[in-house]
């Protein structure tokens, strides 16, 4: 690329300091901004740390910028379609952690202003990027598996989040779930039509007190017939256990969990290896890292963007009716509409 895409940030909690640092050491863009609301001495120090030309407490005066390009959205959930319509009004491209609302309604007018004004819109499932994850869709793709008839998928974290992130979060299925939505989505390269969930709450009382769950079952069936089955746990005591199985007519194809090394100890009392790598920064990095590299083709070379807009609202979709199935104890019926934006029904069964 001749010119870097000059990047701003909105959010700089967790996600939106991991995505600067990796933006920084990336010749396809020049990150020059980043705005947020509750800007003290450590945030100013840790900018100054990266030599961030301006930190300000309000995005408007970012997206005010006219040498920035593109904006990364990394602020809390119930923010992201607000900032999506004000990039889109200011004609930056746009990244968007998920979801990118927890309201189907804000989902679609985000998307139909975006479409309007036409600009970019990539949602972060990183998780497509993982290569091992990759290996799988392009196993499906090629049919060495056959006719995918089973997709396993195991995500489980390492310890629980705290309580007040829960309140704020939309909940297991929109803030854990909805990547293995997605990822199921991304494997079979189809639309669900139906969801049926088990939920529990066997971690943790909290949960319960918040309307939540920290263990689940889902079931979806995809409109060829085939299923996926995923299972979810807040806490898994061994650390981030991430696996993905897909079962076919001429085979199967598993990806495991990534551990710090290969090595197995066998002894006449054991048999050990490493723990899974403990959290989602450690498993994801590379995804991290290509999913934005995947952006800056797109905004650049005008490829197909790797998740779009459309990507997020149907895993959207998928978590709503998740959380319908479990709170009437019935499987939840999705339809399909042609055209961009285009809010689905859903019918309990």
Not at 67 to 90: G, K, L, M, N, S
Not at 209 to 238: E, M, P, W
Request: charged fraction near 20%; hydrophobic fraction near 40%.
């Amino acid at each position: 690329m001749v010119n870097p895409i000059v990047v701003g940030i909105i959010g700089a909690g967790r996600i939106g300091r991991l995505h600067a640092d990796n933006l920084r050491v990336m010749p396809s863009f020049k990150l020059k901004s980043i705005a947020e609301a509750m800007v003290g001495e450590e945030l100013l120090e840790w900018a100054e740390s990266r030599n961030l030309g301006s930190v300000f407490t309000n995005g408007e005066d970012l997206l005010n910028d006219p040498e920035i390009e593109a904006v990364f959205i990394c602020t809390p959930t119930d923010t992201h379609a607000y900032w999506i319509e004000q990039a889109a009004r200011a004609h930056k491209s746009i990244f968007c952690e998920k979801p990118i609302s927890l309201s189907s309604e804000q989902t679609s007018r985000a998307l139909q202003i975006a479409k309007e004004e036409g600009v970019l819109l990539q949602v972060g499932f990183n998780r497509r990027m993982d290569p091992s994850f990759r290996k799988l869709k392009q196993l499906v793709q090629s049919g060495q598996l056959g006719k995918p008839h089973i997709v396993k998928i195991t995500s489980r974290d390492p310890q629980p989040p705290g309580e007040a992130y829960v309140l704020s979060s939309g909940g297991m299925f929109m803030d854990m779930t909805i990547h293995d939505f997605d990822m199921a989505r991304y494997l079979m390269g189809e639309e669900v039509v139906e969801v049926y969930t088990r939920g529990a709450n066997l971690v943790d009382p909290m949960f319960g007190r918040c309307g939540d769950v920290d263990t689940a079952v889902i079931t979806l069936t995809f409109a060829s017939g085939s299923i996926c089955v995923i299972d979810n746990s807040r806490k898994a005591v061994y650390g981030y256990d991430q696996r993905v199985e897909v079962f076919g007519s001429h085979g199967s194809a598993t990806a495991d969990n990534c551990r710090p090394t290969t090595v197995e100890v066998s002894t006449a009392s054991s048999v050990t290896r490493d723990q899974p790598q403990h959290f989602f920064l450690e498993r994801y990095n590379q995804a991290f890292t290509d999913e934005v590299a995947a952006f800056a083709q797109a905004v650049r070379l005008q490829e197909p963007l790797i998740c779009s807009g459309i990507d997020g609202q149907q895993a959207e979709r998928i978590a709503e009716a998740a959380k319908e199935s479990h709170l009437t104890g019935l499987p939840v019926k999705l339809s399909h509409h042609a055209g961009e934006g285009t809010p689905a029904t859903s019918q309990v069964l």
